[in-house]
């Protein structure tokens, strides 16, 4: 970064000088590229010069988004999270969020080596893989993926290609609080969802019942043929059913009881409050917290989608196995290893701004700074 | 466009003057927004605003994509077509796939509407979808997805959601030759399968079958474990095999009546001889046009797979219904709908460079300038 | 949208039905595109399809823009802005930020117009140009973009090449309060610059002077050469200056007399204290919000540099006339027009956390939630 | 990347068994990152890793830009050059394309550092400065900027903060043949120019000058004011004008004295030859290449361009001092250093298509493939 003398507002006292290449560690980092195609006996492949380097740029990425993570888990792991502390991990996930983009624009960089190129020295990796970024999979288990959720490729067992130490230090990751855990203790802890005789939940039952209630009434005054009246209905009747599940601890705990759901019920509505709210100021920065969760969410997907695509362009499928080997595994856990899918699942339960219901103004004054005091 | 005189090298005869404004007819474009939400009796939606103009730029970029699909289509299906026009085709496809990412980008934007937002106007707009983009389909048509392979949601009939006039118009898009189509029939037409004496599939064959031999022989050597080895050479019998059916009329055809190809067997081989010898010279744009073929279903792929996210983000999912709704549609089709994966599944056949079969001397001279003609 | 039943919480009484091609008015939107190479007597060129698209998707955007500009403008001509209001600002400012990367990106677009297919039918379009886009202008208005401060390209007056009805409109944009002006009274009404015998300008002061001091000491007592220790100490000299013209209000309104600041002392004040305390609950999206402002300078700069470049690209510059048309005017402006800087140049007084000096307990209190009340 | 079996076509003659993190050296990689801040007496900054990890991703990544450039100028180091070796050269030009769009987004990384927490590790970094990366200079060096091109910030001479090891390795960068100097050689060799007795320069110049007289009598004849048909002639005339410098060896020469051009007058009418006769099948690829060139000018300008930002966002610049230093400088450089512009402004000499003298059978032919042979 440029260095203009008069914008230096900090100790003139000399530490120790630093020069660019020391303090970045380039004579090690830049000469970490050993071609393989280039050893005796092989024959010379230009690209494998990307395809080591493009690797390595998304480990050290990965090294810094997992120091990211580490950092937000961190900081809800305390017992009380200071209201800065909400808002320096907003500020972390936000910055993952915009390394995402860049990791998933790598692959117009590796998709510039044809296949053909990469057929030139693939047999010399032979059997390295993908798979065994340590990091990756360290990430993967950080942001909350379970051993039970992660769909294995060819029915391996889990971590079945790393090697023993690595083997131990994604197990290793497993035994520490995912960054999912901790979200989740968070919000279980939040405050307001009571108020004295103020229920959150309560309320928001009442006011959708209401609302379908008036919708009823409408339909049932209308002059409009009887059986369309009636799907109508039958179609109200439905979605106000679905609003039970959420609200009926029973129900709630069956499902979860299943392995369909990762959030609490109470989690669930505390999410669903920071929603509904999120424009009071104690809310602001939670509810763009949680946004930043579901962009991370999706950020990952994409990524596994576009490596997907990658490694089906690069090695293909053979006409009749119906490309059914890496492509197909690939493909179907771009979606499935999220693991905040029920955080923007929420916006399902959702209504009208105008038929929210008002909180109690003890339950407000809280949510809003006060000059008076 | 800026405009300095001493960069003009054309006509000064004056045709009409041109203003922006009205040539870009911007007094239509910019007054073609009406929200709904502001109508009397219904709530203003600040972000009806965001929706709509979101939506109308995707379909002005989709008429621009049609529109390069077509010239794309036209070209190829001329009987002969020149080279001069294979180069304009993959700048057409290329430009296409410049357009993609901008088109994956909206998704950045119309992401900043909060699902709450989209709840207080979203009543407004029923029951219009963006099922009922017109445009989008004919482009999923033009490119060759066919009525049998396209997956529609909720069991719904094809293009069910759409009204009368826009269903004849998808079912007219039907009716003209697709990209695929015509690609298929250019590449049947390749004159270099077979020369004189040479055939491409049999001197592939051929080559390909010595190297699993030398392998064979060096295992057959080796010292190793003799149920190592046993495994090794079952390995390699199991992938010679996988070369069969690409080869063989028979099995390809086999295949072929189960629905799994879309490509004939003399069109694959036409990309794989492609995909070999893409450095001759009469081959480079070639190659690169179907490279481009393969980015634009991946680019396809990827904007319905964001797509499948945004929508997800905004309506969410209702906990017990299993999100099996729009959003798990969405995600399926993202990669189902692709058109060209036989393209890039020929990379599984690619052999490294040293392996790959000269081309006999009066082939090889078709491919390349010759100067001293 | 995908419109799936089980998520939808609204009214079912039922609205005008809508239909996505209507509601959109693709009808008019989708046939809004004239090319005038295809008029009679001229030579059709393809290409002019997609400069007409670009340039509608363009003004499409600039629509959104301009709208989410106004919001933004009108929450901040209120005399009190709620927090909530306040986020609501720093919501729609991140969206037009998200729109500008997409309008750059645009650029990778028209740019596979070759200058050849652009040749073919510029005179067509003669003489309209891009600096006629009333909304550009609109909207660097809008932001604070001065008449004065505009620099106009080859020496014609403001606004010379629009016609009468967009002059006006040009004028008129003129006469509203900007972005900057709204920004700045904003500011300066901030109350946390004093608090009972607190005032930040001096607390700063002492403490960057305490700083100096400190490395002076440290100096003097060092056993280095002597004309380097002087050296030094100038350079301590010239630094701590360097602060005072920010709160000696007599240098600060000559400098404001030259005309090269912006904003006022106490408006510049105000930023530095949001950037100093960004971590206190009151003032995080404030900080974001200053960001906000800060990015949005600079992506419009990157689009008229970009711009710029394309220009350059398309019309190129005749040899020995040194490139001085509109290429270099479009590169000087890319970074001169930006309204801004003010801002993102307080970075200049910031100092390390340790040395930021602590605001009284009564003020920290304001800046804070509290449960407790 | 992914490893499935059917997939291989390659000897399973086992090469050493390799491992992913072995292979990619990740133990060295990731464990290259020391953060001085968390030295002892210093105060751990959270956000030096991510200074770190960024700068080490930038170099990496120069390291592939250099080793591509490298690969291209040897291939116009060679006497002839094969088309594939110009197709090979494209390819790679393509290739740095494509990083460089990533380089610019890791912007977007970096700037989610705050002025703030830069402030707080920035003492003890000095006085390191991204000036001083070797990579970057050798690439701008390996490009083709020369030294006397280069401006330097604040008057230091030529590489000045560079450590004698770095300075060594950057003057040994301008020993040898830069991109654009191997470009012009061979653009000068290109052997269509003339043939026979048709001389490309002659010709053109013939139907530009017919081009203007027939606009020329068509004004003389029209009835519009006098005083208007005389400044329409007299712009023709200037614009006509504009073409001798390209076509007339004296001018030409004198303005090369002045430093004011790169490329010979040869070199220049090659690529107009190129840009014109592109469609071509022998032009087809080179006029692809030129463009590419074009675009890694402009690459590295938006690069620098946001270079300049982000260093004017993270340190400022102190009121009154006009913000002359580090971002004005940089802000200058962002396209001053660019080494290919003679080429986009070739633009300025294209005509409509109808107008392009047509080539000689004998040489079309030379441009075309010739199945008969």
């Known amino acids: ?152 490729f060819g029915g391996q067992t889990f971590h079945s290609r790393l090697d023993q130490r690595d083997r131990d230090a994604a197990h290793k990751a497993t035994e520490h609080a995912s960054l999912l855990e901790v979200m989740i203790k968070w919000l279980e802890r939040m405050p307001f969802l009571e108020h004295k005789d103020f229920t959150f939940s309560e309320a928001l039952k009442n006011v959708v019942h209401e609302m379908y209630e008036a919708d009823r009434e409408r339909l049932r005054n209308s002059d409009s043929p009887a059986d369309g009246i009636q799907q109508q209905l039958d179609q109200i009747d439905k979605t106000e059913a679905g609003f039970d599940a959420l609200f009926d601890a029973e129900k709630f705990e069956a499902l979860r009881r299943e392995g369909n759901l990762r959030l609490s019920m109470r989690a669930s509505h505390a999410v669903l409050f920071i929603f509904l709210y999120k424009d009071y100021p104690l809310l602001q920065i939670p509810y763009r917290l949680l946004t930043q969760l579901i962009e991370l969410d999706e950020n990952m997907a994409i990524w596994r989608f576009r490596h997907a695509q990658m490694v089906s362009r690069m090695i293909g499928s053979k006409i009749g196995t119906g490309g059914s080997s890496g492509h197909s595994y690939l493909i179907m856990t771009a979606d499935k290893h999220r693991v905040f899918t029920e955080i923007s699942n929420i916006s399902s339960y959702l209504i009208p701004g105008q038929f929210i219901p008002a909180l109690p103004d003890g339950l407000a004054k809280k949510l809003e700074f006060n000059f008076e005091s």
Chains 1, 2, 3, 4 share one sequence.
Do not use: C
């Not at 380097?53 to 090294?63: G, P, R, S, V």
């Open 1 to 152: 970064m440029t260095d203009s003398p008069d914008s230096k507002n900090t100790s003139a006292f000399k530490h120790k000088d630093q020069y660019y290449r020391d303090y970045l560690q380039l004579d090690t980092i830049l000469n970490a590229q050993h071609m393989v195609s280039s050893e005796p006996g092989n024959i010379e492949a230009h690209d494998e010069m990307l395809f080591i380097i493009t690797h390595q740029a998304y480990e050290l990425w990965f090294k810094q988004v997992l120091f990211e993570v580490g950092a937000v888990i961190g900081i809800f792991s305390q017992e009380n999270v200071a209201e800065k502390d909400v808002a320096l991990a907003h500020h972390y996930l936000n910055r993952i969020n915009r390394i995402m983009p860049v990791l998933i624009s790598q692959f117009d960089i590796i998709e510039t080596m044809t296949p053909g190129a990469f057929t030139d020295f693939r047999s010399y990796l032979n059997p390295a893989s993908g798979f065994q970024s340590l990091q990756f999979r360290q990430l993967e288990i950080g942001l909350g993926l379970r051993a039970a959720e992660r769909r294995e």
